[in-house]
Each structure stands twice: as structure tokens, then as C-alpha cells.
């Protein structure tokens, strides 16, 4: 059984860096996806970024250059590292897990992802 787990969350001002975390356990580290997903009240949850295969990795527009992603093999686990935190960053941030073969045609999509985290909020006050 996948279990996927977020952790790192929490309050900040403008500026500020927090670095999320996710344990995956139980789940076969091959040809894979991990990708970093947030959410707002009221909003789509969107694609934040992702790292492919513990190689490639992605990120969108808006976080680009502040955000870095990184994956441990051996610990299982998957970091995201914020700095210059914004206001618009305000979100629940998920952890996505998947196989390459399926999440590499939509990997901007939640649909690209077979395994999910239950969240770990994140708030930037002006």
C-alpha cells in the first residue's frame, strides 16, 4: 500500500522560506514522477513542479527561480525548498507520486498522478 505524507508547512511573511517535505512509502522508486501540487480556497489545484526520473525536473512560471525541488532515493522523500515567499503562495501544497510512462503526457495535471499526500498548508502574510 502507497503512502504518501507532507510535512514542512506553516506561517510566514513575505520573504520568508519554509522547505516542505514528502515520505513515500511502499511504493517501487523506478521510472517515476514526483511533483509538488498547491491549492488555494476557491482555486484549481495547480501544478507547482516536478522532478522525473530523480533527474529532470520543471517548475511553473510564477515559482520559478525561487523554488527548488529534490528527491532522496534512499530516504524516499521529497523536498521542496521555497525562498521569496509570496502572498499568492498561500495554498495547500500536495505531494504527487507517479510512473513516467503516464505522468510524462500530463504531468501539469493532477490526472498525470496515481498516488496523493493529504496536504501541508502554507501561508505568507503581507
Known amino acids: 500500500q502507497v503512502q504518501v505524507a507532507e510535512s514542512g508547512g506553516g506561517s510566514v511573511q513575505t520573504g520568508g522560506s519554509l522547505r516542505l517535505s514528502c515520505v513515500v512509502s511502499g511504493y517501487r522508486f523506478g521510472r517515476s514522477c514526483l511533483a509538488w501540487f498547491r491549492q488555494a480556497p476557491d482555486k484549481r489545484r495547480e501544478y507547482v513542479s516536478i522532478i522525473i526520473n530523480n533527474d529532470s525536473t520543471d517548475y511553473a512560471d510564477s515559482v520559478k527561480g525561487r523554488f527548488t525541488i529534490s528527491q532522496d532515493n534512499g530516504k524516499n522523500t521529497l523536498s521542496l525548498e521555497m525562498n521569496s515567499l509570496r502572498p499568492e503562495d498561500t495554498a495547500m501544497y500536495f505531494c504527487?507520486?507517479?510512473?513516467?510512462?503516464?505522468?510524462?503526457?500530463?504531468?501539469?495535471?493532477?490526472?498525470?498522478?496515481?498516488?496523493w499526500g493529504q496536504g501541508t498548508q502554507v501561508t505568507v502574510s503581507s
Open positions: 504527487a507520486v507517479g510512473s513516467a510512462y503516464k505522468c510524462l503526457e500530463r504531468f501539469r495535471s493532477p490526472t498525470g498522478y496515481d498516488f
